[in-house]
């Protein structure tokens, strides 16, 4: 106790030697991050720190006199990388984006305490995609990058817009629509520029247009198909009512429905509704056209 009572009063009289130097590291995300920590002194250290600028942030410890190693709050993600008696070298593996911030490494020996910086900056590498949304509008995507992605095109567009949008743990993801106007050009080329990666994505113009002809044949299918249903539905209630109200009006027996394809029996008032509902299948829009 009488020793380590010593050991501290002699480190608090001891000059303070900040090593202005700034580690800056850039580690992507499931990756290690090793963060250095520079013996500038000729003397060796007694004890060497680790902790981070936040106050309840991982402290991590080794005192040589004693050859005693401390931990508070740290995840077993952060150790050291080697025995710190040789080299006092933090490892955080896998690094995640809450491990981004500034480092101090801290040694005091009989010269004084020396503190080192380090700033360490978490990258993520964005999905990206290629895509299309309508006619002529192509969609590149960079989803939840960090930092943002740069999305580029070839050929170079009059018609591209960016949109951009932060997510809460510091990722971003950018979407850039090219439009073309003319055909002229085959294909379009969209260019993912990113500290952690780049990449390229084709699309075929020819097989989009395609694509989109089949989509919009399919689309006018499909409207045909509800006009006929609620044209059949129309004229079926229309039936409905007539047959009601030629039940009601004896006076006026010899209507004739207009020759339709309405088949005799829906045409009967009590199962008219059930009728109309069971035939409301796409079978029947054939039935009825
Ligand atoms: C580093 O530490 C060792 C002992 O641990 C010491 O001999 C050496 O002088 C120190 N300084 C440098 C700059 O290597
Ligand atoms: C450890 O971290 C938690 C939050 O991550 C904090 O609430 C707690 O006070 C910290 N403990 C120490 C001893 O710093
Ligand atoms: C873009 O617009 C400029 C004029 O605003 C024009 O000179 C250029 O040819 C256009 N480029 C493309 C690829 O359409
Ligand atoms: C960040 O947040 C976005 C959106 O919530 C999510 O898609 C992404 O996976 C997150 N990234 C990381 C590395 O946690
Ligand atoms: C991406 O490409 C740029 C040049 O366009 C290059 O400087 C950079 O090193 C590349 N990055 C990766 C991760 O390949």
């Not at 995609?129 to 939840?144: E, I, N, P």
């Not at 260019?191 to 006018?220: E, F, K």
Request: glycine share 4%.
């Amino acid at each position: 106790m009488a020793q380590k009572r010593a050991v501290l009063a002699v480190l608090l009289f001891l000059p303070i030697n900040l090593v202005e130097a700034l580690n800056r590291l850039s580690v992507e995300a499931g990756h290690e991050a090793v963060l250095n920590c520079p013996n500038i002194s000729k003397v060796h250290f007694l004890m060497v720190t680790w902790k981070r600028s936040c106050s309840s942030c991982c402290l991590l410890s080794y005192r040589s006199d004693q050859n005693k190693m401390s931990r508070k709050n740290c995840s077993e993600r952060i150790m050291w990388e080697y025995s710190p008696d040789s080299d006092p070298a933090l490892r955080i593996y896998p690094v995640n984006l809450e491990d981004e911030g500034n480092y101090i490494c801290e040694t005091v020996n009989s010269e004084g305490t020396f503190r080192f910086f380090s700033s360490l900056t978490v990258i993520v590498p964005p999905i990206v995609t290629l895509t299309h949304v309508k006619s002529r509008v192509a969609v590149c995507q960079a989803s939840a990058g960090k930092p943002a992605a740069d999305i580029s095109w070839i050929p170079a567009s009059n018609h591209s817009s960016e949109e951009e949008f932060h997510h809460p743990n510091g990722t971003v993801t950018r979407v850039s629509y090219f439009g073309w106007t003319s055909s002229s050009f085959p294909s379009v080329t969209c260019l993912v520029t990113h500290p952690a990666m780049n990449q390229t994505l084709v699309m075929d113009l020819r097989y989009t247009s395609h694509r989109l002809l089949y989509i919009l044949l399919g689309a006018a299918a499909g409207v045909s198909a509800v006009t006929g249903v609620t044209l059949c539905l129309i004229f079926r209630c229309r039936a409905c009512w007539l047959c009601k109200w030629t039940q009601q009006s004896t006076t006026i027996k010899t209507y004739h429905f207009p020759p339709s394809r309405v088949r005799r029996e829906a045409v009967q008032p009590p199962q008219c509704p059930e009728r109309i509902y069971e035939n409301y299948s796409p079978r029947s829009v054939y039935v009825c056209l």
